[in-house]
T-cell receptor, first 113, second 114 residues
Framework: DAGITQSPRHKVTETGTPVTLRCHQT?????MYWYRQDPGHGLRLIHY???????DKGEVSDGYSVSRSKTEDFLLTLESATSSQTSVYFC????????????FGQGTRLTVV | AQSVSQHNHHVILSEAASLELGCNYS??????LFWYVQYPGQHLQLLLK??????LVKGIKGFEAEFIKSKFSFNLRKPSVQWSDTAEYFC????????????FGTGTRLKVLA
């Protein structure tokens, strides 16, 4: 398995509180991604990063922000968690360029009550 | 806009039956194509990939997929499924230029009956 660690693995939080999820990689891959997985929706891209301090929005970025201050770490922050953000969050990494695949972390199950 | 459609949301098969899962994509350019598998409670793992060349690609565990460019399709097949193939299967597309985003379909949940 690729060296990707997500933390925490499980979290329960209250509506309105800020939450930060961390993705740490040991592969030195340039690209990092945050997805959320929900029944009936598959995986939807939240944000991605193509280098340190270089990030861009995905298809479901509202209510989320990200930061990447080091190659190995990509943080996802829910500024004020809502029940609609209850989901399983996956981090993925890939090398730059064409003809590359993504490798996924183990996921973080977040419940907003 | 880039998108991936998986037509079968739930599939139930008996062991030894043949499997074909449909995947169509919409993308204005050259693409890489993928099938990922997610076993219950686990993360996504790469099953197979198409980058270029032979449109028939073989992956792990006896799976294969065929890229038909004219149909924008990348269907997954397995001649004889096993109970251990019970999982969710995701098709994904990525462009080969610009920013490298992986776009996923909604998934197909496969249940194989012993």
């Amino acid at each position: 398995d690729a060296g990707i660690t997500q933390s925490p693995r499980h979290k329960v939080t209250e509506t309105g509180t800020p939450v930060t999820l961390r993705c740490h990689q040991t592969e030195n891959h340039r690209y990092m991604y945050w997805y959320r997985q929900d029944p009936g929706h598959g995986l939807r891209l939240i944000h991605y990063s193509y280098g340190v301090k270089d990030t861009d929005k995905g298809e479901v970025s509202d209510g989320y922000s990200v930061s990447r201050s080091k190659t190995e770490d990509f943080l996802l922050t829910l500024e004020s968690a809502t029940s609609s953000q209850t989901s399983v969050y996956f981090c993925a990494i890939s090398l730059q360029g064409r003809d590359t695949e993504a490798f996924f972390g183990q996921g973080t199950r977040l419940t907003v009550v | 806009a880039q998108s991936v459609s998986q037509h079968n949301h739930h599939v139930i098969l008996s062991e030894a039956a043949s499997l074909e899962l449909g995947c169509n994509y919409s993308y204005g350019g050259t693409v890489n194509l993928f099938w990922y598998v997610q076993y219950p409670g686990q993360h996504l793992q790469l099953l197979l990939k198409y980058f270029s060349g032979d449109p028939l690609v073989k992956g792990i565990k006896g799976f294969e997929a065929e890229f038909i460019k004219s149909k924008f399709s990348f269907n997954l097949r397995k001649p004889s499924v096993q109970w251990s193939d019970t999982a969710e299967y995701f098709c994904a597309v990525k462009g080969t230029s610009g920013t490298y985003k992986y776009i996923f379909g909604t998934g197909t949940r496969l249940k194989v009956l012993a």
